[in-house]
């Protein structure tokens, strides 16, 4: 597994456009935080990110998680303050080794790029779009100008994702109750941004910090310096 990159992919809850205004806020977020530690961002598909960075996977595994937010949506128009969420998937980079795919199981589609990107992009159909059969899941990647890269990338986060698929069946099959933190368990609600009050709540740790609207800036690190130094711990749950 390599631990300098990983794959944020952003998963927007019920709720309609409010959720998918959250998800798009939280990639924004995302963003900007590995823009002020340096790392290199690259958008691979909507709201899927690859970032690089030495040790970004370990900095960001504990992001995985529902991410819940209270705020007025600026569609509202009596002033009610709404609860939506957005999951977001921590994957890392896995060796071709670790995880096999078969060929004959993959459905490739390929199609041409949106967005920026010069003459490229709208001539030459270098997306690409993966459907791996047995397990149903589908990857698309359009962010390099080649479709071979292109595909190269949608096989490594085929793997990623098998790889999760794994380890969350592993995990509901053991018998000891415990957590996975950290390991893309998207069902659990890990924190909420409650805009009327200002605050973000960290509900693994109960912790909040009265700092919202530059954590939304991407300055993050306080968040993962304290869940880094909690949830490390030998006698985290």
């Excluded at 009327?196 to 954590?215: A, C, F, G, Y």
């Amino acid at each position: 597994m390599n631990n300098d990159i990983t794959i944020l992919e952003l998963r927007p809850g019920p709720g309609g456009d409010e959720a998918k205004i959250w998800a798009g806020d939280l990639m924004r977020m995302y963003t900007r935080y590995g823009t002020i530690m340096g790392w290199k961002v690259e958008s691979l598909d909507d709201l899927v990110i690859r970032i690089r960075g030495t040790g970004v996977f370990t900095k960001l595994q504990y992001e995985a998680g529902t991410h819940r937010v209270q705020r007025i949506p600026s569609t509202e128009r009596h002033g009610r303050i709404h609860t939506s969420t957005a999951t977001v998937a921590v994957l890392p980079e896995i060796p071709e080794n670790e995880v096999t795919i078969r060929n004959d199981d993959l459905e490739w589609d390929f199609f041409r790029s949106g967005g920026k990107g010069g003459q490229n992009v709208n001539k030459v159909s270098s997306a690409v779009r993966l459907r791996h059969k047995p397990s149903g899941i589908v990857v698309a990647c359009q962010t390099e100008r080649d479709q071979f890269q292109n595909r190269s990338v949608a096989l490594s986060m085929l793997r990623a994702k098998l790889w999760e698929r794994e380890l969350l069946a592993r995990e509901q099959t053991m018998t000891e109750q415990r957590s996975v933190i950290g390991r893309g368990m998207r069902a659990e609600k890990i924190r909420t941004y409650n805009y009327p009050q200002n605050r973000v709540t960290d509900h693994r740790i109960n912790k909040s910090w009265h700092n919202l609207e530059d954590v939304m800036s991407g300055k993050m690190q306080k968040i993962s310096e304290v869940l880094s130094t909690l949830l490390d711990s030998p006698t985290s749950p």
